[in-house]
């Protein structure tokens, strides 16, 4: 027998019980429709995670001090001051594929300007800082290296500094602004940048010379961390490993001490965020993939009340020729069409409720390729596994007692 | 010489039911001619189901020789035997069993659909001529549950008849039909007989051996009386 005639024999037989047919096939769309769903929204998130992580920086390498022991006491890295000027030249030295590097200070406090105050961080940058956080300058002028030299006494505001100190004010750019009773002249207004991942405001922010901030507002030599840009992504590892290089060398650590600082790189980041939301996705996937299961249930037990219920059909056919292999591969084939059709439809509803759930809610959803083929594939695989037993009972069956059957 | 549709020779068929061994068909012999009407009897327990069932080589003899038209069926492996049902033997059961909501058309065209060898185009021209040989022409779009009795076992008999098989198996054909259809139905048998079909009939009524032209009585796995029928009753269409 052909498959195209198997296939017609097939069809027939579900045509003969449409609701049943529909009803069975209802499992496994609602398996197919909730795995392309869910891994919509753990691909989703993950996706976002990464981009969101991605605006941070460009290809962002962040050193910060290690933990110490001083005195007995164990210290808090961000209160180590091991990281310094030198520690800045010698990585400016020796490592050949940044594209730009800057220190960092920072220092908590209000802000002030005329009757206006904002609770905000100073942070204390080199020029290259912008480039490295992709941050851009909307009104005004970054400040130059002949500044940072000077110290001068010049400041850039982000969005939400501006907005709460000049609420009012046009041109912000000219204004005074006092921190720690330091003014600073405000020389440009950052461009926003919007809240990041971890729901902090990437524009509530003011930055400076890093020479002004150490010197006239935190008097201090050290630096607490020191930002850089690798070249490009694929040189992003090796440009981690000369800055280690040179502030092991700067820190003239033997080579059986450990690293008195931490160097992170963005792609770190992402992967630490992004397996969390990989992990989201195999949970939500796998919980998915269950109800696919139990839908594949739903089609053995409806395909063995078929053989029983259709034993005489069984019998006949049987009788008139059939063969046990054609028995087979029809109820197989009931199986399977009963299956990837439901599989179809299910690919259908899901990207429909995926992309109308990411309008509605504003989630970000992204169906990838290997999902719809994987669910396709897997409700195939389900038709087959799930349908063969059935239809091996009912090849087995034997014509004589099959056409007495009642 | 007349062609020997079916030759049997000492066929036996013992069943075993625990550790007792029955014997239900004990050693039976005779041929069926081409173009034969021939009408099995017996009560039951005569062995007459169990001798239909290796007449329509649903099952094999456990010792003895059947030959259909030549093929010894004893030494077919179940899809030889499948083989053999496609294409040598026209069943027709006491109840019918058309598919349901089917059409007659595409109850017929079944066993065209095992024979791989016969193209769509031809089994729907087979089907519609079978179905216009037992008088249905204009009832082929409809289902069993539109038809009479009557009519669904033209239906089931057009569907024996589309393979073009050397012998028409029928199993008390007339068993659920009332005395009037019995009489049509009959009348359609002595009609294909006629015109060169080989019939063997199965059944318990001694009426509708009359209609044939030959009876073979059975009675505990022997055959007791194998006789022509001289008046033979014909029908009138």
Redesign the interface.
């Known amino acids: ?2 498959v195209f ?1 198997l296939s ?2 097939a069809v ?1 037989a579900m045509a ?1 019980n449409k609701m049943r047919t529909f009803l069975t096939m209802l499992g496994i769309i609602i398996g197919v429709t909730s795995v392309i769903t869910m891994l919509a929204i753990g691909q989703g998130s993950k996706q976002s995670i990464q981009e969101q992580i991605s605006s941070m920086g460009a290809n962002m390498i962040m050193v910060h001090p290690g933990s110490d022991v001083r005195g007995g006491v164990r210290m808090d890295p961000s209160s180590m001051k091991s990281l310094t000027l030198d520690d800045l030249s010698a990585i400016r030295r020796y490592a050949t594929h940044l594209s730009a590097l800057s220190p960092m200070v920072s220092s908590g406090g209000q802000v002030i300007a005329g009757g206006s105050n904002w609770p905000t961080t100073i942070q204390g940058v080199g020029e290259d800082f912008l480039m490295i956080r992709k941050m851009e300058v909307a009104e005004g002028v970054m400040f130059t290296d002949y500044e940072v030299k000077r110290a001068a006494k010049v400041c850039l505001l982000g969005q939400t500094v501006a907005e709460n100190l000049f609420p009012d004010v046009e041109n912000v750019v000219g204004q005074t602004v006092r921190f720690k009773n330091i003014p600073l002249k405000v020389i440009g207004v950052l461009a926003a940048k919007g809240q990041n991942t971890f729901g902090q405001d990437q524009d509530d922010v003011i930055l400076a010379p890093y020479t002004t901030i150490q010197k006239r507002i935190m008097a201090i030599t050290h630096i607490q961390s020191i930002y850089a840009s690798a070249e490009s992504e694929g040189v992003s590892e090796q440009a981690e490993k000369e800055i280690t290089m040179a502030l092991r060398a700067s820190h003239s650590l033997a080579d059986d001490e450990e690293d008195d600082f931490n160097v992170r790189s963005q792609q770190e980041l992402i992967n630490t965020f992004s397996s969390t939301s990989e992990m989201l996705t195999l949970l939500l996937g796998a919980i998915a993939g269950i109800s696919l299961l139990v839908g594949g249930i739903g089609i053995m037990n409806i395909m063995f009340v078929s053989v029983t219920e259709r034993t ?2 069984i ?10 292999r ?1 028995i087979l591969s029809q109820f197989l084939m009931e199986a399977v069409i009963v299956s990837v059709g439901g599989g179809l439809f299910g690919v259908l509803l899901g990207l429909a409720l995926a992309y109308g759930m990411g309008n509605m809610l504003d989630w970000p959803v992204v169906v990838t390729n290997h999902s719809i083929v994987i669910s396709f594939v897997v409700c195939a695989v389900v038709g087959i596994f799930f349908g063969w037993y059935p239809a091996r009972k009912a090849a087995g069956l034997d ?2 007692e099959a ?1 007495r059957y009642e | 010489m007349e062609n020997k549709i079916i030759r049997i020779a000492n066929l036996k068929r013992d069943f075993s039911v625990g550790i007792e061994t029955v014997h239900a068909l004990k050693g039976v012999s005779f041929d069926v001619l081409e173009g034969e009407f021939v009408t099995i009897m017996g009560a039951s327990g005569s062995g007459k189901s169990t001798l239909l ?1 290796i007449l ?1 080589a ?2 094999r003899p456990s010792g003895g020789d059947y030959l259909l038209d030549g093929t010894n069926v004893g030494t077919l492996t ?2 030889q035997l ?2 053999i ?3 040598k033997i026209g ?1 027709v ?1 006491q109840s019918f ?1 058309l ?4 059409s007659a058309l ?1 109850n017929v065209e ?2 065209l ?4 060898k016969v193209s769509p185009r031809e089994r729907r021209e087979m089907a519609c001529h079978a179905l216009e040989t037992v008088g249905l022409a204009d009832r082929m779009g409809h289902a069993p549950n539109q038809l009479s009795g009557g009519q669904q076992q033209r239906v089931a008999i057009a ?1 024996a008849l589309v ?1 073009d098989p050397v012998m028409v198996l029928a199993d008390e054909a007339t068993g659920n039909l009332d005395s009037k259809t019995t009489l049509d139905i009959m009348g359609l048998f002595q009609k294909l007989n006629s015109e060169g079909k080989t019939i063997v009939f199965v059944t318990h009524e001694n009426e509708i051996a009359e209609y044939s032209n030959r009876t073979i009585v059975l009675k505990d796995g022997e055959i007791v009386k194998d006789y022509t029928n001289q008046g033979r009753q014909a029908i009138l269409d």
């Open positions: 027998m052909t005639n017609k024999i027939k003969r005489r059909e019998g006949l056919r049987l009788a008139v020729g059939g063969r046990g054609d014509p004589i056409l | 069932n329509g649903l099952d179940k899809e499948a083989g049902r496609n294409r069943f059961f069993n598919l349901a909501r089917t595409e079944l066993p659909m095992y024979n791989a569907r393979n």
